[in-house]
């Protein structure tokens, strides 16, 4: 009989016992991968939803935001209130998508790459598991780094700038004898979270003032008190309010607003001003005998290279001023080098990690134009070409796994009948 007390017959460790052995089995464990998926499931049809209500891009940062945990989404009534959708609230909170992806991702290198059985018949299985990490990884480093912008050239003209789509900044000119000598920007980054009356002091160095800034609204215009009432709590200076506008689903068209204040090194407000992006002029304040220009406009950023737009072409659907198809010729100017490109829809010109897509086109109320001008829609993304790479991994293990399955099925010897 054997003795139980030999060194032989001790019990081994279970996981219970480990603390860190039994977080990395629940992680990497098979009823995590299906509640993730499940949970990814509900939160992409509520996404789906809200996207009616809200439009794409607030409906990403919402359900996508990695600084929260929990949100709660909202749907659309079947009716509209003023042409809009009128959002509903579901008190029931959505763990964040952006968590549930990280977790997914966790969850699978754990489970299907290293803790998965590795043999020479299950490599096709291995290469579809990493090219879903993969994936996962290349959305990621889109969310962290992508830049999409607007580029918009006239012919003839040259541009090395593109507009952003949502950033917007506060420009302060210094100038010389009527000429802009110096630049000062107050950037998003420091302005996105004073919607709703939020207010910062911004201590300019530089500069012999300083501002405060209050009361960013998104989408608004700067408009008389006169002609447009102020609703209560906008705030009238010089005989004009900061109107806000209704949001658009489509949030590339917001041109945002805000309450700003001039004050001295020594705190007096010297002046109050409303700036927006949709003011035609910027606003002139005069510190110590010296003028500034202070406006509000969307971000800017430099482009590698140069673009000229040599020709844009534009065919209309017959008896009306609708557009069928347009397209431009450019001309890239890299340094000593250029290149002439054509940018049709949905072929768009790539260069050093920039991709320049035909988005748009003007004037289009006008059927014989002086001259048009192009709009490109400008991306800048380092992981641009990892969803392909991905599908190639992924597709090259499934039919390697398949057609090792089939090799054993054709090879296997058959069994003779019995008569």
Not at 129 to 139: C, P
Not at 162 to 186: M, N, P
Not at 282 to 301: E, N
Request: hydrophobic letters at 40%.
């Amino acid at each position: 009989m054997e003795n139980s007390n030999s060194p032989n017959s001790r019990p081994k460790k279970s996981a219970a016992s480990n603390p860190l052995e039994a977080v990395v089995k629940f992680l990497s464990s098979t009823q995590l991968a299906t509640f993730l998926l499940l949970a990814l499931f509900v939160l992409t049809w509520f996404a789906t939803l809200e996207q009616t209500v809200n439009g794409l891009k607030p409906m990403m940062d919402k359900y996508f935001n990695w600084k929260e945990l929990f949100f709660f989404p909202e749907i659309g009534k079947p009716w509209q209130k003023d042409g809009a959708m009128v959002p509903i609230t579901i008190r029931f909170p959505m763990p964040s998508g952006f968590w549930l992806c990280v977790l997914f991702t966790i969850n699978l290198t754990l489970g299907g790459l290293i803790r998965f059985r590795k043999s020479p018949q299950k490599i096709g299985i291995l290469l579809s598991h990493f090219s879903i990490v993969f994936l996962m990884v290349a959305a990621g480093v889109t969310k962290f780094t992508e830049k999409r912008g607007a580029l918009q050239i006239y012919e003839g003209k040259v541009s090395d700038a593109a507009r952003d789509y949502h950033a917007e900044v506060i420009e302060i000119s210094e100038l010389a004898d009527g000429k802009v000598t110096k630049v000062h920007l107050v950037d998003w980054e420091f302005l996105k979270d004073l919607r709703g009356g939020g207010e910062r002091m911004f201590k300019l160095s530089n500069l012999p003032f300083d501002l405060k800034v209050t009361n960013l609204v998104e989408n608004a215009q700067v408009s008389p008190a006169q002609f447009v009432p102020p609703v209560k709590g906008e705030k009238v200076i010089d005989g004009f309010h900061l109107k806000a506008l209704p949001r658009a689903k489509e949030t590339e068209a917001h041109m945002a607003g805000v309450e700003l204040s001039v004050l001295s090194k020594g705190g007096e407000n010297l002046q109050e001003l409303l700036l927006g992006s949709r003011s035609l002029k910027p606003a002139t304040v005069s510190v110590d005998g010296r003028p500034y220009l202070l406006q509000m406009r969307k971000k800017l950023w430099p482009l590698p290279f140069k673009v000229q737009l040599d020709d844009f072409r534009v065919e209309r659907d017959p008896g009306t001023n609708r557009a069928a198809a347009y397209e431009s010729d450019v001309t890239r100017l890299d340094g000593v080098e250029t290149e002439e490109v054509l940018i049709q829809m949905n072929e768009p010109m790539r260069r050093r990690g920039w991709t320049f897509f035909q988005a748009n086109w003007g004037p289009q109320d006008d059927p014989n134009p002086a001259e048009y001008y192009s709009v490109f829609e400008v991306v800048h993304n380092p992981a641009d070409h990892w969803p392909l790479w991905s599908l190639l991994i992924s597709m090259a293990g499934l039919i390697g796994h398949f057609v090792y399955k089939l090799t054993l099925f054709l090879t296997k010897p058959r069994k003779s009948a019995v008569s």
